[in-house]
């Protein structure tokens, strides 16, 4: 498994080193808006700790992190008007 390295680009966005609009900010997740959007609603929901993919997290995060990212998720989705029509 990679090191988690402190400078990549999300973790810049974390620190607001790197400017994003953002969507919604818990103390477990943060959802902003993709600078270069693939569809109409384009957003991306991270995890804050210091992980470098879905499996790094789902192996090394707490119960209350996963939960706390998964409820984002779905906040997310009710913010922006997307969870009757679905999403992914």
């Known amino acids: 498994?990679?090191?988690?390295?402190?400078?990549?680009?999300?973790?810049?966005?974390?620190?607001?080193?790197?400017?994003?609009?953002?969507?919604?900010?818990?103390?477990?997740?943060?959802?902003?808006?993709?600078?270069?959007?693939q569809a109409p609603v384009h957003v991306l929901v991270i995890p804050k700790g210091p992980y470098v993919s879905m499996d790094d997290f789902s192996s090394k995060a707490s119960s209350e992190e996963i939960v706390g990212l998964w409820r984002a998720v779905g906040e997310t989705a009710i913010r922006l008007g997307l969870a009757k029509g679905g999403y992914r």
Not at 10 to 35: C, G, M, Q
């Open 1 to 37: 498994m990679a090191n988690y390295d402190s400078n990549n680009i999300f973790a810049k966005i974390l620190r607001d080193e790197i400017p994003s609009k953002k969507v919604l900010e818990t103390d477990y997740a943060l959802a902003f808006h993709d600078i270069n959007p």
